[in-house]
């Protein structure tokens, strides 16, 4: 072992790595969020719906994100644990953290990821950010949706979704209505397609996809890494008004009709004549 290696093992057990000093910090803080528990949890439904305005009202009145994160954090949990029955371990408190500062929370199956995201995107909300939400399938999509709105709708926040049978062309508004809620759920290819379809549209209000603040990746590798390798492609009908088809089907439908009803009349001249045409016809054909 060279004198490099020796001097930063040397510091690395005086000072611990770079991993040790985040959880660390993150512990003192989850500390902290722990401590506010009897508080919140004595809060009336009222009071913990109002805390939202409260977290906005303060954020945007210049007090740091820092000092308001352990508050918010707490009252995610307790909002958690009235509507859904999860109370957020420490484990998770610590993960909330550093999604919250868009590094990856690498998890072990079984410890919660599913509800590690809330604590994140509720402090987002807080800062008059959009939140996407981004999962692997369009079954965990509407299943992690459904499980988050009745958490969110306690504090006076909305969670919609989005999924691949939805109201592709946008023209029913319900994406529309998905995107205008505080959390919107999707996978990735939609989350892109309509990024793509936004972009094509001809007028500002046609789009439907609203601001791109922030997003938090379930199963970040599959994603970004396995998923990325496919491009997304849009190919759809050159003309979105779904009568022009109708209106063409009918119309070759038609024509054909028209044509086999020419040709039976043809033939049984054929056959009436026979051998013998009529004069006016044989000299024509002359």
Known sequence: MGLQEVIADGLKKVF???????????????????ALEPEVSALTPEALKA????????????????SVLPEAFAVLREASRRAQSHRHFHCQLIGGQVLFENKVAEMRTGEGKTIVCHLSAYLKICEGKHVHIVTV?????RRDAEFAAPIFELLDAKVGYIQSQMDPSGF??????AYACDITYGTNSEFGFDYLRDNMKMRRD?????????????????????????PLIISGPAHDDIEKYKWADNLARL????????????????????????????????
Request: aromatic share 4%; net charge neutral; no cysteine.
């Open 16 to 34: 611990g790595s770079r991993n040790d000093r985040l959880l660390k910090r993150l512990n003192v803080i989850a500390d902290q969020i722990e």
């Open 51 to 66: 805390k939202t305005a409260e977290f906005k009202s303060r954020l945007a009145g210049g007090e740091p994100v820092p």
């Open 137 to 141: 399938n369009d079954y965990l999509v």
């Open 172 to 177: 029913e508004g319900l994406r529309r209505q």
């Open 206 to 230: 046609a789009q439907v996809q609203g601001t791109l603040d922030y997003s938090i990746i379930d199963e970040v590798d599959s994603i970004l890494i396995d998923e990325a390798r496919t």
């Open 255 to 286: 024509l054909v009709r028209r044509q086999n009803e020419l040709n039976a009349e043809t033939s049984a001249r054929i056959r009436e004549w026979g051998d013998k045409p009529p004069a006016s016809l044989a000299q024509n054909q002359r």
